[in-house]
């Protein structure tokens, strides 16, 4: 029961209008600092590039699609139109306005400081501005998932929450507390700085409030790829949900232990003990478990599906898959880029390992196997499996579309499986070209070749998935029917409380990150003289 | 939202209790997985001492240039008393100094480092050398090249937009060269 369809529809479109914009620099970004461009621009707008593909990949275009996810999961599962409907539309209005206030001064050269902010750089103050108002705006995405789901359970005491709407609120939670990190650095650090209000800052102590932020953001942009494995995928293909309740406890499992392990990304700096690392480090590994249970739920679901449709043999039931489902390729596909990205993710959460490929092309790679790769190409099949009831227009172009979703995971092979690489072999990241004729960098060039060429395929994909929606607006009517998720094969009658509610977990999740932030943060702020002067950027002061 | 199924109620509850055994299954292997993934980390961390930088220190870059041990005289390599190298660098827009390292093979050398200005990275290919250089505090780092040999050692954090050109290079020496440049001179580089 989709009510409100002009809402979602906004969120998908802004977001993929802003995604198609932020792929054509990332293929320009590829090109440009790849051995095929002979002929280099101001090294400035790359930066410049970067920065806008950053912003709008990262904060931008994942969170919207998340809202106008969790905005349909909540009609939908729960049965009932959206309470707070004009809060809504005022979500989305910040997010737009906050990327136009946030975009301008990046367009300009004003704040070429990537969307990881790096202090003491200091970019224009608008920009910092236009990113607190997206959050902002997704902040009020959280409290309408909360507010709504309240509602359902006063009219429905004792009734299991329907596992997308659990998991839904669940994502909505993690992005509440994980945002908290960065909007601490911006607030406090950044934009006092930015104003000229102060002139130093403690940069040491701002990589640690963006790490906060900076890995569990990850899985906030991943919960709606996984509530799409859960919920859509087995409906999608005919089959049944394997386990309701191993969702839940996987979905449980990212609120609590997301946070508190952004000290991996600091194992390298020099303002945090080895203490702490460690510990965060070990939490690390606890969030691959979630990951782990996921990926055996969904393929025992794929098997349900197959032997229902007459599947037989160990192996034998992986080819009765419907493989001329959107849906069934998108959902292997991103499976299999999971399972790359997963094993890359070990290694760079490794204490040790990490040394080899830490801020090395392997990272940029890595994530955007991740990111672009397995949870993406799940955004292209939620958009697939919405639009017809969201537009009440028949989407059929089957064949386009699984051009697109196989064109999206060669294009994502080819570009990040080289970028491993060369990050093994020690190539910097973020750089605006590179000697290709030293001898130390040359056994490079071809690899980073190769990456070009899988960016020029990633974005003939994105154009191609525009063409799909932009045709599914002008199609023949037709009713979609109801919006439906999949049903698990054994519901339990009635769910243990901690399955069916939150409160438990997020003391758990702040109490967590309280202990194992509270004593890096409190340090470095006891620490003097660790404030340095801000430089400015962009601007001739 | 209750299960259809076709079966008896006792058959569809021995299917439940099939189904929840082969997930706990799966599930203690998961956790064995990681289990032994931490396990190994904590071994080599402890065992062999392989682990990032243990201890916080601070250094102000307003007075780098001033006094204390980043002063220019006292950057590049140092030969220690107990036969150790101390390698000394900062990190500035768009630049190390030294700009090339010069350093003895098979010998324990200890990194310090820190950064004159922004966020800089340290990171020497064709090793597993690879640290943050942050304004305001110290990096300290063991290492120990096993031959001798040439590296280029890029700034791997963007750092502004003269980044793609702050390479630094590091020579590697045997031991002997090494000590007879030792002998002369009390800081070395090979910055010519």
């Known amino acids: ?541 | 939202m209750t299960s259809e199924t076709d079966h008896s109620h006792d058959e569809h509850g021995l299917g439940e209790a099939v189904a929840a055994r082969i997930e706990r299954r799966w599930a203690t292997l998961s956790v064995v997985i990681i289990c032994v993934l931490v396990g190994l980390a904590a071994f080599f961390g402890i065992y062999h001492a392989t682990m990032p930088q243990g201890r916080v220190e601070t250094a102000d870059p307003t007075t780098l240039h001033l006094s204390g041990e980043f002063v220019e005289s006292n950057l590049g390599s140092a030969l220690e008393a107990d036969g150790s190298v101390t390698v000394r660098a900062i990190g500035q827009q768009y630049s190390f100094t030294p700009q090339c390292l010069v350093v003895p093979a098979e010998t324990p050398i200890t990194i310090r480092a820190t950064s004159a200005d922004v966020v800089h990275g340290f990171l020497i290919e064709g090793t597993n050398i690879n640290t943050m250089l942050v304004p305001g505090y110290v990096s300290d780092l063991p290492i120990r090249f096993n031959a001798p040999g040439e590296h280029v050692m890029p700034c791997q954090e963007f750092c502004g937009i003269g980044h793609q050109g702050m390479w630094g290079k590091v020579k590697v020496v045997d031991q002997t060269a090494f000590r007879n440049m030792a002998a002369s001179k009390r800081r070395l580089t090979c910055v010519d």
């Not at chain 1, 491993?420 to 290709?436: E, T």
Request: glycine share 10%; proline share 5%.
């Open chain 1, 1 to 541: 029961m989709l009510i409100n369809k002009r809402l979602i529809l906004a969120h998908f479109w802004l977001a993929f209008i802003v995604f198609g914009a932020a792929l054509v620099l990332g293929a320009w970004q590829m090109f440009e600092r790849s051995p095929l461009n002979v002929w280099h621009l101001n090294p400035e707008f790359y930066y410049r590039s970067v920065t806008a593909h950053g912003t709008v990949m990262g904060y931008v275009f994942p969170t919207l699609i998340a809202m106008g996810f969790g905005y349909a999961i909540s009609e939908a599962a729960l049965e009932r139109p959206l309470v707070g409907r004009r809060w809504a539309w005022a979500g989305i209005a910040l997010v737009a306005i906050g990327s136009v206030v946030a975009m301008v001064p990046v367009s300009l050269g004003l704040a070429s400081v990537l969307y990881t902010f790096y202090p003491p750089m200091i970019g224009n103050v608008f920009y910092y501005i236009g990113v607190v108002l997206v959050v902002v705006g997704s902040w009020i995405w959280v409290a309408l998932m909360s507010i709504n789901l309240a509602v359902w359970k006063r009219d429905n005491r004792d009734k299991p929450v329907p596992l997308a709407m659990f998991a839904n609120v669940a994502g909505s939670y993690l992005w509440g507390w994980t945002a908290v990190g960065a909007a601490l650095e911006l607030i406090f650090q950044i934009i006092p700085t930015a104003l000229g209000l102060t002139t130093t800052i403690d940069a040491g102590l701002a990589r640690v409030f963006f790490s906060w932020t900076l890995h569990a953001i990850v899985y906030f942009w991943l919960i709606p790829t996984y509530i799409a494995y859960y919920t859509i995928f087995p409906r999608a293909i005919g089959g049944r949900l394997y386990s309701d309740a191993m969702g839940r406890v996987a979905f449980i499992m990212f609120v609590v232990v997301a946070m508190p392990i952004g000290v991996h990304h600091l194992f390298a700096d020099p303002q945090v003990g080895a203490g702490f690392k460690f510990m965060q480090s070990v939490f690390t590994g606890l969030v691959a478990l979630p990951t782990l249970l996921t990926v055996f739920t969904i393929c025992a679901s794929a098997e349900i599906a197959s032997r229902l449709r007459g599947g037989r043999g160990a192996f034998g039931w992986i080819r009765a898959l419907p493989w001329e489902n959107p849906i069934m390729v998108a959902t292997a596909l991103s499976l299999v880029m999971l399972g790359f990205g997963g094993a890359g993710g070990l290694i760079n959460m490794s204490y040790q390992l990490n040394t080899s490929i830490h801020n090395t092309q392997w990272v940029t790679g890595h994530f955007h196997l991740i990111f672009g790769g397995a949870i993406v190409i799940m955004y292209f099949a939620i958009a697939y499996d919405l639009w017809p009831h969201l537009t009440g227009r028949t989407l059929d172009s089957y064949g386009l579309m699984r051009t697109q979703l196989w064109l999206w995971f060669i294009g994502m092979i080819v570009t990040t499986f080289p970028w491993h690489y060369v990050g093994i072999l020690g190539m910097p990241r973020r750089m605006a070209f590179y000697d290709y004729a030293n001898p130390a960098i040359s056994p490079q060039a071809f690899s980073v070749t190769m990456s070009a060429f899988g960016g020029l395929i990633l974005l003939t994909s994105g154009i191609l998935f525009l063409i799909v929606l932009v045709r599914g607006q002008f199609a023949p009517r037709g009713e979609a029917g109801a919006y439906t998720f999949a049903i698990p094969l054994h519901m339990p009658a009635r769910l243990p409380v901690a399955l069916n509610s939150f409160g438990l977990w997020l003391a758990l999740m702040i109490g967590l990150t309280v202990v194992n932030y509270g004593y890096p943060i409190g340090q470095l702020m006891a620490v003097r003289n660790t404030s340095v002067p801000a430089v400015y950027v962009g601007a001739s002061r």
